[in-house]
């Protein structure tokens, strides 16, 4: 393989990794918010639960993946700083704004719901969640706004050799990102509800003594995934209406990866529809719930197609009809340099993934008990005097 080919495959693996933790995080989020509003507004201990235990799952895949995104943003300047030379002021204004969001405001939100447990008002308390699931959308937002811009650079000019936004406006109204960014948050629903009928699944299949949590966890889980796979086809079909001219002509291996992530899509659909009205029995039908666990890993991998089908679609451009993908390449790299750094970085990668879902499975193994989130402090006794 070339420098150029090297370069690509490394984006693919290290984007594509980071991906798998972005998916779970978009998912988690409204649905733990969501669970907490049900204990705000009821009180229910059980409720409680659910939203500790679920939350935990949460936290735990936001802390690792964070530091995937930081790989992410080291790699543009290792191998595409000809990207930046040429489209920096328009493609790193949403990246920006993505990092000032995730960095800032989503994990400072983050942080006042994790340790705000018996210590802010009750309200309070919950706005913090829903503002981290605000703030997670908005950086998902601009991450796909940026991404538009490369798919259709609209709102920006060249002048003297280089990419300048002249209209904000119609950045962040692509039309290659008005569809695809719900169509993302769609996948992320459906994967994340998925994981909880998975996860419920195996819970049940043990014999657990929590069989009341993860049955209701089971159905919280299939109307999740039911509503998130509908609007997952819905804007997938959408967005062909605003694909380039020949955008899937100029690399053959895009299309057949679109219309493998299509049919699995309209397959999860059919089976999720036949699930939803046998939700009040799927708990109990203990044969189905290896069935529900294989299940579990398949949405991450058609986002993965079709993610995959929507960058190499856009080959040999990385700007489309502006900046090749070659002309973009870091100058000065070689095959030894990038195969290094797609060695460290695919081992990086992928040790944080087998942690990450090595922790989220123990904690799904150990239930919904002795759980760390939101555990009262133990304060030690007052001293007795006489």
């Not at 978009?26 to 204990?39: K, Q, Y």
């Not at 959308?137 to 280089?162: D, K």
């Not at 459906?190 to 929590?210: C, I, K, N, P, Q």
């Amino acid at each position: 393989m070339d420098v150029l080919d090297l370069a690509r495959t490394q984006f693919a693996v290290t984007g594509s990794l980071h991906f798998l933790f972005v998916l779970l995080t978009l998912g988690l989020a409204p649905l733990v918010a969501i669970m907490h509003t049900r204990w705000a507004l009821s009180g229910a201990p059980e409720r409680e639960r659910a939203t500790r235990f679920w939350g935990q799952l949460y936290v735990t895949n936001y802390a690792v993946g964070i530091v995937t995104g930081l790989v992410m943003e080291f790699q543009f300047g290792l191998s595409w700083s000809g990207l930046s030379h040429y489209a920096g002021d328009v493609f790193g204004a949403p990246l920006a704004m993505e990092t000032l969001i995730a960095f800032f405001l989503e994990s400072t939100f983050l942080g006042l719901w994790i340790f705000g447990w018996g210590r802010l008002p009750k309200w309070l308390h919950l706005a913090c969640i829903w503002a981290v699931t605000v703030t997670a959308y908005a950086s998902a937002y601009f991450i796909m706004a940026a991404n538009s811009f490369l798919q259709n650079p609209a709102g920006a000019v060249e002048r003297g050799g280089r990419m300048e936004l002249v209209d904000a406006a119609a950045l962040f109204t692509n039309k290659t990102l008005v569809f695809a960014f719900p169509h993302v948050i769609s996948a992320a629903l459906f994967t994340a509800g998925m994981v909880l009928v998975g996860a419920s699944a195996y819970r049940l299949r043990r014999g657990t003594e929590d069989v009341a949590f993860f049955t209701r966890s089971m159905r919280t889980g299939v109307v999740a995934a039911a509503i998130g796979i509908t609007l997952t086809v819905g804007f997938g079909y959408a967005q062909f209406g605003g694909l380039q001219e020949g955008k899937f002509k100029g690399d053959t291996a895009s299309t057949p990866l679109a219309l493998m992530m299509e049919i699995g899509n309209l397959l999860f659909l059919v089976a999720v529809f036949f699930m939803l009205p046998l939700v009040r029995f799927l708990p109990r039908w203990r044969w189905t719930h290896r069935f529900l666990m294989i299940l579990t890993p398949v949405p991450f991998a058609l986002a993965i197609c079709g993610w995959l089908a929507r960058e190499i679609g856009r080959q040999p451009w990385m700007v489309w009809e502006k900046l090749t993908v070659a002309d973009a390449l870091s100058p000065g790299l070689t095959p030894g340099m990038i195969t290094a750094s797609l060695v460290g970085f695919t081992v990086v990668l992928g040790l944080l993934a087998l942690t990450d879902y090595a922790l989220i499975a123990r904690l799904v193994r150990r239930g919904p008990r002795d759980l760390d989130l939101g555990a009262a402090e133990e304060r030690p006794a007052p001293a007795l005097s006489y």
